[in-house]
């Protein structure tokens, strides 16, 4: 797995979009931001109500669970205790077997998921989103 450093958008977030054709979405209570999944990663605000993001199918957060825990022979893992201060994903992509320790600074939410590509691993609560490319 290797880390994208990604920008400091909101304080909180409501949750993101699955990563797609290197781009994905995430949404505050206010604002929508398209994140390019570039060298470094690039944030433009786009002019979408945050509400109508929630709906899509490919949104992971406060109010709806798409996630993807398998692809291919990739695969994630994960228990959220809402009361713990973070919670350890463990994947098996590629052939490399590891655990991401997570940080939870709400026990509102919280979900890991990849991209329907199997490219990207994201991980994210309402204060916090990381992002990683899965080794091929």
């Not at 979408?48 to 893992?77: K, L």
């Not at 205790?81 to 992509?93: E, G, I, L, P, R």
Request: aromatic content about 12%; glycine content about 6%.
């Amino acid at each position: 797995m290797k880390p994208i450093p990604l920008p400091h958008l909101s304080e909180r977030v409501i949750g993101v979009t699955l990563p797609k054709d290197g781009r994905f979405l995430v949404c505050d209570y206010d604002e929508v931001f398209e994140i390019a999944i570039s060298d470094p990663p690039q944030a433009q605000f786009i002019d979408v109500d945050p509400e109508t993001v929630e709906q899509r199918p490919d949104f992971i957060g406060r109010a709806r669970d798409n996630s993807i825990h398998r692809v291919g022979e990739s695969r994630i893992r994960f228990n959220f205790d809402s009361t713990a201060q973070s919670v350890k994903v463990k994947y098996d992509c590629a052939g490399q077997r590891g655990s991401i320790e997570f940080k939870i600074l709400s026990g509102d939410w919280f979900y890991a998921s990849f991209s329907e590509d199997g490219r990207y691993l994201i991980l994210a609560e309402p204060y916090g989103i990381e992002l990683y490319a899965v080794a091929e």
